[in-house]
């Protein structure tokens, strides 16, 4: 049997806000009721035209107050300043999560912040694109996704299966990490992506003759480059509190960039060779063992 989760707040109604109540909205319908809480108006707006929320507020307070379980849904940066100011106005036995990329910078911060009597669970949905606000939210977005949660030993047991219950109504898998490792693992798997793609598209800075690359650019660099496109605001702060997992991935990154290019230098065929038939047999690997894991095909179809 199931909490009764009955009343969830969710504080910043964009993307990943915004696609988590129009998703909680068509599993319970009336059985739950979702409050939108943001500080720009007209994505409150939007967020009740959609159906992403019951109620559209701007006022923290009012918004968190009656709330069983509540979602912090704003870059990394905001969670924390958001946390102190609604501290205060939770009820008793409140569950507050958040969806935030990095979670030991979260996880050290917030826990001190809150009474004895409010849980904190930390989350992150791996799913996401390069779009962002309440326009690009999708009722689907975490459908057969995964979605992390990095409870801490000393949560509270009930407070983490509530957090499940919730997350199984959009669709999403759950798996459980320990933030530490969930941070060096991200950000090998998508910090340091993130970071590649945008360096790709600044390379481009240095072409002779940037109006014919920009033309001539194919699939193989829109591929490599579609999350150059996501929002400089949220990868700000995920590169700021998630630096030493990032910046050992990116002097990994160089090494391997620094060999192939001295490979290459030297007319080293072979070595060259090994480097682009290494990387073909571990993706194809890693498709097969996503495949393994989630009974599907990878499940962006990429
Ligand atoms: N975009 C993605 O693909 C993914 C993002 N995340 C994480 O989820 C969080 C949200 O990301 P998105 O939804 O993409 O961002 P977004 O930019 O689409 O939405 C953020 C929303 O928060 C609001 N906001 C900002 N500061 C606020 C404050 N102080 N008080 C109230 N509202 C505030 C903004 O007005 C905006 O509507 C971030 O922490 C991000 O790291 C996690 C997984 C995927
Ligand atoms: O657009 C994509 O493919 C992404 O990788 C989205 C994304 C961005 C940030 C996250 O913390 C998780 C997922």
Request: hydrophobic share 45%; glycine share 8%; charged share 20%.
């Amino acid at each position: 049997m199931g909490l009764n989760i009955s009343r969830i707040a969710i504080i910043g109604m964009g993307l990943i806000g915004g696609s988590l109540g129009l998703a909680i909205k068509a599993a319970r319908e009336e059985k739950t009721e979702v409050t939108g809480i943001d500080t720009n108006e007209l994505t409150l707006v939007k967020a009740r035209q959609r159906g992403a929320a019951d109620i559209i507020t701007a006022d923290l307070a009012e918004g968190v107050a009656q709330a069983d379980m509540i979602f912090l849904c704003t870059p990394v940066l905001q969670v924390v300043p958001l946390v102190k100011k609604i501290a205060p106005c939770l009820k008793q036995g409140a569950i507050l999560t958040d969806t935030g990329s990095t979670k030991s910078y979260l996880l050290e911060q917030i826990s001190s912040l809150l009474p004895e009597y409010v849980h904190y669970v930390p989350g992150h949905p791996m799913a996401g694109r390069e779009k962002s606000g309440i326009e690009a939210a999708d009722v689907n977005l975490f459908h057969n996704k995964w979605y992390i949660l990095t409870p801490p030993a000393d949560v509270n047991r009930v407070a983490t299966d509530a957090v499940r219950q919730v997350i199984g109504w959009t669709g999403a898998q759950i798996t459980v990490m320990d933030a530490v490792k969930h941070d060096w693992c991200t950000a090998l798997i998508s910090h340091v992506p993130h970071i590649g793609a945008a360096a790709l598209v600044n390379l481009l800075a240095y072409s002779e003759d940037q109006d014919s690359s920009i033309k001539l650019a194919g699939g193989g660099f829109r591929d490599t480059t579609r999350i150059a496109s996501s929002n400089a605001d949220m990868w700000a702060d995920i590169c700021m509190t998630n630096a030493g997992p990032i910046a050992d991935g990116l002097d990994k990154f160089n090494q391997l960039i620094s060999e192939v290019a001295a490979a290459i230098r030297q007319n080293d065929r072979r070595t060259v060779h090994n480097f682009f038939s290494t990387a073909k047999e571990r993706r194809d690997e890693l498709l097969q063992l996503e495949q393994a894991v989630t009974g599907q095909p990878m499940s962006n179809g990429r």
